[in-house]
């Protein structure tokens, strides 16, 4: 659940199938190229309470190997303190939200920048795949994000 930082009571996140980048300027990612992909299903996450888009996600379903691959994720950019906590995770919740409903048992695949590799793993139980940056959240995990975020 998002947490909202002024009065730290839970807020319901809202997320909607992205047609169009409009708010591309708060964001450092290349949207605009990642929704230009036919393969890719750009989600973006505001509430009810918040004006304008606080982050995006593109997924991708891999339905060979029965996962979503998380292809990018990325908050909105603020100069101050951040309206919301959670956000990263809620955002993954989502993902592992997505697999469950495409019949991948809620498993989720990503790569993580190494700076975040322990974030993953401490926050959301996350399993490193062998020595590499390519990461997994397994069907117990997922539902308990889901559980807690969603």
Same mark, same amino acid.
């Given at each position: 659940?998002?947490? +909202?930082?002024?009065?730290?009571? =839970?807020?319901? =996140?809202?997320?909607?199938?992205?047609?169009?980048?409009?708010?591309? #300027?708060?964001?450092? !990612?290349?949207?605009?190229?990642?929704? &230009?992909? =036919?393969?890719?299903?750009?989600?973006? !996450?505001?509430?009810?309470?918040?004006? /304008?888009?606080?982050?995006?996600? &593109?997924? #991708?379903?891999?339905?060979?190997?029965?996962?979503?691959? *998380?292809?990018?994720?990325? #908050?909105?950019?603020?100069?101050?303190?951040?309206?919301?906590? +959670?956000?990263?995770?809620?955002?993954?919740?989502?993902?592992?939200?997505?697999? !469950?409903?495409? /019949?991948?048992?809620? %498993? *989720?695949?990503?790569?993580?920048?190494?700076?975040?590799?322990?974030?993953?793993?401490?926050?959301?139980?996350?399993? #490193?795949?062998?020595?590499?940056?390519?990461? *997994? %959240?397994?069907?117990?995990?997922?539902?308990?994000?889901?559980?807690?975020?969603?």
């Amino acid at each position: 659940m998002l947490i +909202n930082t002024d009065t730290k009571k =839970p807020t319901t =996140p809202l997320f909607s199938r992205v047609q169009r980048i409009s708010e591309a #300027r708060d964001f450092s !990612l290349d949207w605009v190229s990642e929704l &230009s992909d =036919p393969g890719n299903h750009v989600w973006r !996450l505001k509430t009810s309470t918040f004006p /304008g888009t606080l982050a995006y996600i &593109s997924l #991708r379903y891999d339905n060979n190997e029965s996962f979503v691959f *998380v292809n990018l994720i990325e #908050r909105k950019q603020w100069n101050h303190v951040k309206p919301f906590e +959670n956000i990263g995770e809620t955002l993954m919740a989502f993902a592992c939200f997505q697999s !469950l409903d495409a /019949g991948f048992d809620g %498993i *989720v695949s990503f790569h993580a920048k190494s700076r975040l590799i322990q974030y993953y793993q401490v926050h959301m139980n996350a399993q #490193r795949i062998g020595k590499s940056h390519k990461m *997994v %959240i397994l069907e117990r995990d997922a539902l308990s994000l889901i559980n807690n975020y969603l």
